[in-house]
C-alpha cells in the first residue's frame, strides 16, 4: 500500500505532530524510518502535569507521611524530573506554543533549566504550577529568567505563575519589554509589594493577582485591559486608565473596601458587562446599599455570599436593581451560620432583560424559595433556571458526591421541584440525587 503521508515535505509533516500530544508525537517515531526524528522539532504544546496528585497518593502510601522524608513522593518527584529533562533535551524545534510544568518539584536548578529552555524556544505560552510544593513546607521558587537582552521572552503571549515568587524588577521587565504579552496570571508570590501593571506598548488583556500576601499597592494603566481578577486583602489600588476593562471578578477583604467605595470608580462601571463578587466577608450597610451606581451595561452578575444574621439576600437585591440590562444572574451561598430574614424584595422592579438564573447552595427554606419566587414573577422573559441544593463549598470536592445523597439535599431539592411545578413556561434544571454504583 503506497504512504502517501510519509512523501510529504517535512514542514508539513511537523505541522501534523505538532497538533499532537508530546507522548503521540514521540510514539509516530515507530511507523517508519523517515518519521523516527521528526517529533524532536516538534512546535506544539508541551504539558507536564501531576495526573495522580502525587502528595495525595503519598498520605495514602504512608501513614505516618512527612513531606520532608516520604520515599515515595521522592521518588515520584525524581521520575517526574527525568521523563521532563531528556524530553527538553532532545527537543530540536525553534519555537514552541506553549510549555506547561505543574507539578511539586523543589530543586531550583530543574526549574531554572525550564525556564531558560522556555526562553531559547520563543515559548508563546508559559504555565508554572508548584502549588503542591508550598503545601509540603517548601519555599518558594523565585522566577529570575537572567534576561540577557530585551528580546528574551518577546514571543510570550501568555504567563501564568502559581506559587512562584517573581521579583518586581522581573515583572516590570516582563511587561516592559514582552510586547505580545496578552494573559498575566500571579498566583501566591510572596516577594510582591508594590505592582505597576504599566508599559510603553503593553497589550495585556487579561490580569488575574491572587493571594499575594505582601502586596501594599497596585497601579494599573493598560488601555487594552479586557478582565481582570483579584482576591486580595486591603491595599490600594489604583485604576488610572482601563478603557477596554469589561469583565471584573473580585474576592477577599478587597471586596469589603471596593463595596464600600464604589462611587470612586466610576470612570468603568459603567462598561461592565460581568461582575463577579464574592462577598462571603463582607457586611454592607442597608443605607449604603441602597444608593449604590447603575450599572448600565450589566450583562451578567455573580455574587457569593454567607448567611449571616442579617439579610444575606440585601446585596443581591440592590445589584439586581442596579443592573437594568441583567442577562444571567449567579447566585452562590455558602455556609449557613443563622436563618435570615428575606427583608428586601423587587417586586416593584421588573427584570425585562433576565434570561438565566442559577442558584448554587439552596436550601429549600422559605425565604430561598421567596426570593426565587420574586424573580420569576418580576423576570418576564426568564427562559432557565438551575437550582442546586448542594452547598457551595462542596463544589468540585469529593464532598459534593457525598452531600448528593443527603438528608439535606433531598429535602432542599424536593422543594426545588415544587417550585418548578409553579412555573412551568421556565425551564429548570435541579441535579438529581447522586447514586452509588454499588447501590444501583
Not at 505563575?161 to 500571579?186: A, R, S
Not at 432542599?412 to 454504583?437: C, G, N, Q, S
Request: with cysteine; hydrophobic share 40%; aromatic share 12%.
Amino acid at each position: 500500500m503506497d504512504d502517501r503521508i510519509s512523501k510529504l515535505p517535512d514542514d508539513i509533516l511537523i505541522c501534523i505532530l505538532s497538533r499532537l500530544s508530546i507522548e503521540e508525537a514521540a510514539r509516530a517515531s515507530i511507523l517508519s524510518y523517515r518519521w523516527r526524528y521528526l517529533w524532536r522539532f516538534f512546535t506544539g504544546s508541551l504539558d507536564f502535569v501531576d495526573p495522580y496528585k502525587i502528595r495525595r497518593l503519598a498520605i495514602l502510601s504512608d501513614p505516618y507521611y512527612k513531606c520532608e522524608d516520604n520515599y515515595f513522593i521522592r521518588a515520584k518527584r525524581r521520575n517526574f524530573i527525568n521523563i521532563v529533562d531528556p524530553i527538553l533535551g532532545l527537543l530540536q524545534t525553534k519555537s514552541l506554543q506553549q510549555l506547561r510544568i505543574c507539578y511539586p518539584v523543589n530543586s531550583d536548578y530543574d526549574v531554572d533549566s525550564w525556564v531558560q529552555f522556555a526562553v531559547h524556544k520563543r515559548v508563546q505560552r508559559l504555565e508554572l504550577d508548584f502549588s503542591e510544593s508550598k503545601t509540603e513546607g517548601h519555599e518558594l521558587h523565585t522566577f529570575s529568567p537572567y534576561f540577557k537582552t530585551t528580546s528574551s521572552f518577546s514571543s510570550l503571549v501568555s504567563l501564568r505563575l502559581i506559587d512562584v515568587d517573581i521579583p518586581e524588577e522581573v515583572l516590570h521587565y516582563l511587561l516592559c519589554y514582552c510586547p505580545l504579552l496578552e494573559v498575566l496570571t500571579l498566583k501566591g508570590a510572596e516577594k510582591l509589594i508594590r505592582i505597576r501593571v504599566s508599559g510603553p506598548s503593553l497589550k495585556l488583556k487579561y490580569l488575574e493577582l491572587r493571594d499575594l500576601p505582601n502586596l501594599s499597592h497596585l497601579e494599573i494603566n493598560a488601555p487594552n485591559l479586557v478582565s481582570f481578577e483579584f482576591c486580595a486583602g486591603e491595599l490600594i489600588v489604583n485604576f488610572i486608565h482601563v478603557p477596554s476593562l469589561v469583565e471584573m471578578s473580585i474576592e477577599g477583604d478587597y471586596c469589603t473596601y471596593f463595596v464600600y467605595t464604589l462611587h470612586q470608580f466610576s470612570s468603568f462601571l459603567p462598561q461592565l458587562r460581568t461582575l463577579k463578587l464574592n462577598l462571603m466577608a463582607v457586611s454592607v450597610p442597608e443605607d449604603f446599599l441602597n444608593s449604590i451606581p447603575k450599572f448600565p451595561n450589566l450583562k451578567h452578575l455573580e455574587m457569593t455570599l454567607a448567611n449571616g444574621d442579617l439579610d444575606c439576600y440585601h446585596p443581591c437585591v440592590a445589584f439586581l436593581k442596579a443592573s437594568p440590562l441583567l442577562q444571567e444572574f449567579t447566585f452562590k451561598l455558602s455556609h449557613t451560620v443563622e436563618p435570615c430574614a428575606y427583608v428586601q424584595n423587587i417586586k416593584d422592579h421588573p427584570h425585562l432583560n433576565l434570561r438565566a438564573v442559577s442558584f448554587i447552595g439552596f436550601e429549600g427554606r422559605e425565604v430561598d424559595v421567596e426570593f426565587l419566587k420574586d424573580l420569576l414573577e418580576n423576570a418576564v422573559r426568564l427562559e432557565k433556571m438551575i437550582i442546586d441544593p448542594c452547598k457551595y463549598h462542596f463544589m468540585g470536592s469529593p464532598g459534593m458526591w457525598y452531600y448528593r445523597r443527603s438528608e439535606g439535599y433531598k429535602c432542599a431539592r424536593k422543594r426545588a421541584i415544587e417550585l418548578a411545578d409553579k412555573f412551568p413556561h421556565v425551564e429548570f434544571v435541579i441535579p438529581e440525587i447522586f447514586v452509588p454504583l454499588a447501590d444501583r
